[in-house]
């Protein structure tokens, strides 16, 4: 199988990113099982202007790379590529919490909730159902000849403006659609940035020990979720996750953040289960602090979907979890200028 070159840095930045946003997820759910905070909660507090928008950019990155293919062809590998893990994955997180769910509304109520899911994103698969409409705008304007300017000027505004509808596709778009935009747009110049660090590597530790400490201010003083100042500080930690990346790679350290990165998706996916599991077990053994018991769940979370894929790898067992199904693919694009993909 034919796959691209991977890039070292670009995956230890989506490494850096999943951990982050797996971090939230588990430390969130121990805090509100156990009705304290703990002192894992200024970790995300700090990550929470930039973890998002640098996940968003990094996959705009390459869509430069695909965006001229046929409509057929595009919408296999960017929407239809996408729905299929949305959908599996949304049905297996619905079949674990179901008696929770039929607990709380009753079967017909948990049902309609299921049904509800196709259009409004399922728990932690959001993500993943917000990409293949970035990709499907992004393909339309560019179809239409609209100018680049325009659409990140629209995308800017729409970050800006105090957009809360309650409905999570209209919020989030507004919220991140300028990040992914900007990774695309961007993208020579933000290669161009992960060179430079990787040549002044104490100018950029000089430039992160100063964004660090704005960033952490304008938390912490409460004004990171302020417009303009919400927009500008994704944008500069989405570049100070680039130079980290670029740092961590030329110190030739760190290698796990990279394989996470490579396989952030199937992490995305999976961690849901063990995050669950590893949360209960820990608060009913109650022998450690809600800081530490989070920093554990965070571990095992992200660590246990790479075990999973790499028993799968080794048995040929369960591939259809992160690897599409020929019957999956639109018509006549199997195989077609790509290899069939795995999730991410």
């Known amino acids: 199988m034919v796959q691209a070159p991977r890039v070292d840095w670009v995956d230890t930045a989506k490494g850096i990113c999943i951990v982050f946003v797996v971090m939230m997820h588990a430390v969130l ?14 970790v995300i507090a700090f990550a929470a202007p930039f973890r998002m928008p640098d996940f968003f950019l990094i996959s705009g990155l390459f869509l430069a790379n695909v965006i001229t293919r046929d409509w057929k062809l595009y919408l296999d590998r960017k929407v239809v590529h996408f729905a299929y893990f949305y959908v599996l994955w949304m049905t297996i997180q619905f079949a674990v919490k179901a008696p929770v769910f039929a607990g709380e509304m009753g079967w017909a109520g948990a049902f309609q909730f299921y049904l509800v899911s196709f259009f409004q994103p399922f728990g932690t698969l959001w993500f993943i159902y917000m990409l293949p ?86 938390v912490f003083i409460g004004w990171s979720e302020l417009p303009l100042v919400s927009l500008a500080l994704g944008a500069a930690g989405a570049c100070a996750i680039i130079l ?63 075990i999973l894929l790499w028993v799968i790898e080794k048995t040929g067992i369960g591939w259809f979890l992160f690897k599409r199904p020929e019957w999956a693919y639109l018509g006549g694009t199997y195989g077609r200028k790509t290899a069939p993909q795995a999730a991410e």
């Open 244 to 306: 980290t990346s670029a740092l961590i790679v030329k110190a030739g350290s760190m290698d796990f953040l990279r394989h996470f990165g490579a396989n952030s998706i199937v992490i995305y996916l999976a961690f849901f289960f063990p995050m669950g599991l590893t949360r209960v077990i820990l608060l009913k053994l109650d022998i450690l602090d809600i800081g530490t018991v989070s920093l554990i769940v965070n571990i095992v979370a992200v660590i246990a979907p790479v």
């Open 29 to 42: 759910g121990v805090e509100a099982a156990a009705g304290e905070t703990g002192w894992m909660h200024a």
């Open 133 to 218: 409409i970035f990709f499907v705008v992004c393909k339309f304007a560019y179809d239409k000849g609209v100018p680049w300017q325009i659409m990140l000027g629209i995308a800017a505004l729409l970050q800006i403006a105090p957009i809360h509808t309650g409905w999570l596709l209209v919020d989030e778009f507004a919220s991140r659609f300028v990040y992914f935009y900007a990774g695309y747009i961007f993208a020579p110049k933000i290669f161009e940035l992960a060179e430079w660090a990787r040549d002044r590597v104490s100018l950029s530790l000089a430039l992160l020990l100063v964004w660090g400490v704005i960033n952490g201010g304008l």
